[in-house]
């Protein structure tokens, strides 16, 4: 990314793989996407994660809310 991409929005979407307690960057990239709420997550604050699903949660809620929808699809199979 240059100093004109950076001036004018040019944030580019990273490719991560996540693992316990850390993620590798695939891709570069200056954010992930939240698995739930869709919203960009700057790869400095990233800080939850699932590493059997390999997404990413903007926050705690949404990491809970994603782990209740996976029992509740678990529990009806």
């Given at each position: ?27 570069a ?20 994660w ?6 990413a ?13 996976r ?7």
């Open positions: 990314m240059n100093r004109f991409e950076k001036m004018f929005g040019g944030r580019r979407e990273a490719k991560v793989r996540f693992k316990d307690g850390e993620f590798q960057i695939l891709t990239g200056d954010f992930v996407r939240c698995a739930v709420t869709g919203e960009q997550i700057d790869l400095q604050n990233l800080r939850y699932s590493v059997p699903d390999q997404e949660y903007a926050s705690a809620e949404a990491s809970l809310k994603r782990a209740l929808e029992r509740a699809a678990s529990s009806k199979a």
